[in-house]
T-cell receptor, first 109, second 114 residues
């Protein structure tokens, strides 16, 4: 089955800096790559997603890039704010959805 | 609010016991997924149901079972509980069979096995 690896496991940035989280996947048939944000005490919430026929997608301060050849995708957050502090999960899906281990992002004011 | 409802929010029980976790999907969603999240761990896929039928199976133990009822709500049954089963259990739902669909997660059930 699909195996998703996510790096780094923790990331600390200063407010206003950019944050980048990277994921690799193993199954070349995977065609959908969402990113979820999980705040303390809550369930994961979808923040952005990308499909395999698209190389990049942007939504305000958040962007995701996909390299199908290398089988990796990344989340980019620009102008980080303290409220961006959370655990971020990448996922890859062909049939069922498999998640990476998560990145705990801390944005210091 | 994702529209996915999980009950109970918290569950404390003893080793060897059996518990049932309940999930109501978003209105109109036909698929229900169960995930386990242990402390500082990622989301481990357990099982998926689509319109009452088992669709995909992940790392679900034989002591665990699930079902989806005609009204589309789902229950996850955990039996012969062990200390290591303590975790946050999430239910998610999507409209279709899965594979390229957005999942909407509930707030989870925190299970503590003492």
């Amino acid at each position: 089955g699909e195996n998703v690896e996510q790096h780094p496991s923790t990331l600390s940035v200063q407010e206003g800096d950019s944050a980048v989280i990277k994921c690799t996947y193993s199954d070349s048939a995977s065609n959908y790559f969402p990113w979820y944000k999980q705040e303390l005490g809550k369930g994961p919430q979808l923040i952005i997603d990308i499909r395999s026929n698209v190389g990049e997608k942007k939504d305000q301060r958040i962007a995701v890039t996909l390299n199908k050849t290398a089988k990796h995708f990344s989340l980019h957050i620009t102008e980080t704010q303290p409220e961006d502090s959370a655990v971020y999960f990448c996922a890859a899906s062909m049939s069922d959805m498999r998640f990476g281990a998560g990145t705990r992002l801390t944005v210091k004011p | 609010d994702s529209g996915v409802t999980q009950t109970p929010k918290h569950l404390i029980t003893a080793t060897g016991q059996r518990v049932t976790l309940r999930c109501s999907p978003r209105s109109g969603d036909l698929s229900v997924y169960w995930y386990q999240q242990s402390l500082d761990q990622g989301l481990q896929f357990l099982i998926q149901y689509y319109n009452g039928e088992e669709r995909a199976k992940g790392n679900i133990l034989e002591r665990f079972s699930a079902q989806q009822f005609p009204d589309l709500h789902s229950e996850l049954n955990l039996s012969s509980l062990e200390l290591g089963d303590s975790a946050l259990y999430f239910c998610a739902s999507s409209f279709d069979r899965g594979g390229g669909e957005k999942l909407f997660f509930g707030s989870g059930t925190q299970l503590s096995v003492l």
